[in-house]
């Protein structure tokens, strides 16, 4: 019997899933066969992104997998080519669209591209679309201390989640304590690390030893009892399967802390910093 997923309450009432599904880069048929899985396996959150080109996909998988949408937290996220009001408006409808939806259940400025200088007014946008009920919540991806500040400081809407890049290698000690500070849910990509996954490390190979899970599942419970809501992608059903069973252990302090001393200043997979990283 698997155990329960429990849920994260956001700062605008809503709740999310303690662990959600990765869809990049997941394309076409294989995206649909991954994600109606992912969703029969259990998984309620689904991650996808207008930049992934997938949404299409995504939406088909959402049609057949028989579950009713209401069960369902789909999360989408507006490209940077999409940052000024109208287009991000425009964009939102289209995401919309091609997911065949009337909502999503949250939408995310992808990367805030500061030389472009455009992510306050897609927030603005953003916070219009919620008004309209056309997202119900809504949050950032990439953003640092200053990008949420600002956001916060000219619209008065505290962002519900950032979505960052967190892992072991970049444990991102000082990203949470900001969000903890200003009531940001705190999401991760690359909850893995993707080719740089330490699962062959002493600080998660022990852990898993111990407990009879595999390594995968030990970084993935590392990352709920950190607070953060993890979205892993794997298209094989038994590594979905794993993934989301990590409910059922728990990890010690010590374990806790040796997992995060993996990090290192030069963690990020590949040098995505939101300060110069910018993504169209
Ligand atoms: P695959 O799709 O073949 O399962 P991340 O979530 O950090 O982005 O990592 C995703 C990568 O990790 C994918 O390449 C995926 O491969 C692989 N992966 C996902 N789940 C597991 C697991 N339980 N054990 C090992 N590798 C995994």
Known sequence: MPHEIPHRELNDGTTLPAIGFGTYPLKGDECVAAVVSAIEIGYRLIDTAVNYENEEAVGEALRRCGVPREELRVTSKLPGRHHAYDDAVVSVHESLGRL???????????????????????????????????????????????????????????????????????????????????????????????REAPLTEPAVAQPAERLGVTPA??????????????????????????????????????????ISALGRPDGRLFGGDPDVHEEM
Do not use: C
């Open 100 to 194: 065949g939806l009337d909502y999503l259940d949250l939408h995310l400025i992808h990367w805030p591209n500061p030389s472009q200088g455009l992510y306050a007014e897609a927030w603005r946008a953003l916070v219009d679309l919620q008004e309209q009920g056309l997202v119900r919540s809504i949050g950032v991806s990439n953003f640092t201390e200053d990008h949420l500040l600002r956001v916060v400081d000219l619209t008065g809407v505290t962002p519900s989640v950032n979505q960052i890049e967190l892992h072991p290698l970049f444990p991102q000690r000082q990203m949470r304590a900001v969000h903890e500070r200003l009531g940001v849910q705190t999401e991760s990509w690359s909850p893995l690390g993707k």
């Open 217 to 258: 599942q030990v970084i993935l419970r590392w990352q709920l009892q950190l607070g953060s809501i993890p979205v892993p992608k794997s298209k094989t059903p038994e590594r979905q399967r794993q993934n989301l069973d990590v409910f059922g252990f728990e990890l010690t302090l010590d374990e806790m802390e040796e």
